[in-house]
């Protein structure tokens, strides 16, 4: 099973500033990575797929970049609903695994 | 408007059965792999299962192999899963969520008392 260890836990930024997330696997998914934001009492919303790639309606200040095993989700601006828990998912083998999430919380 | 609808979720004692489904619209379901993904109170997403288009291929996290079975009923635009012998640690929001990702449903929740 592929474990993907993301950092920091939570990262306190105020809005206005740059958010940088990381999601480490611990061997090779190629570019078969994807990143979420879930707020409280709601379902995941797929923001970036094949690690770079943005789903429908997101966001460009929503960025994602690497590949192999080290991937960042960066977000160039924090916007007031950008405050959420982040997810990281890797597709490139079963079981499908998700890491443990960084939660962006307001300073 | 893509729209996934679980529904199932209850109260369940320890050992116990249940059986979720989750009712698509909007888009052609038989078009579409599918996956169930839980997640726990106050924790992360764990994905459960996943069933091909044709419901031929399936996969299971370790945690639900054997106990838990995936399946689809093109006709009906339905997605199941049956899950038995029921632990504690199966409590959780269950989610039903396309293959492309980019649609979930709102989720049921399953608790297994003990």
């Known amino acids: 099973e592929i474990v993907l260890t993301q950092s920091p836990a939570t990262l306190s930024l105020s809005p206005g500033e740059r958010a940088t997330l990381s999601c480490r696997a611990s061997?090779?998914?190629?570019?078969?990575l994807a990143w979420y934001q879930q707020k409280p009492g709601q379902a995941p919303r797929l923001l970036i797929y094949?690690?770079?790639s943005r789903a429908t309606g997101i966001p460009a200040r929503f960025s994602g970049s690497g590949s192999g095993t080290d991937f960042t989700l960066t977000i160039s601006s924090l916007e007031p609903e950008d405050f959420a828990v982040y997810y990281c998912q890797q597709r490139n083998n079963w079981p499908l695994t998700f890491g443990g999430g960084t939660k962006v919380e307001i300073k | 408007e893509v729209q996934l609808v679980e529904s199932g979720g209850d109260l369940v004692q320890r050992g116990g059965s249940l059986r979720l489904s989750c009712a698509a619209s909007g888009f052609t379901f038989s078009s579409y792999e599918m996956n169930w993904v839980r997640q726990a109170p106050g924790k992360g997403l764990e994905w459960i299962s996943y069933i091909s288009v044709s419901g031929s291929t399936k996969h299971y996290a370790d945690s639900v192999k054997g106990r838990f079975t995936i399946s689809r009923d093109n006709a009906k635009n339905s997605l199941y899963l049956q899950m038995n012998s029921l632990r504690a640690d199966d409590t959780a929001i269950y989610y039903c969520?396309?293959?492309?990702?980019?649609?979930w449903g709102q989720g049921t929740l399953v608790t297994v008392s003990s």
């Open positions: 969520a396309l293959g492309s990702w980019d649609y």
């Open positions: 061997q090779s998914v190629g570019s078969s």
């Open positions: 094949d690690a770079s």
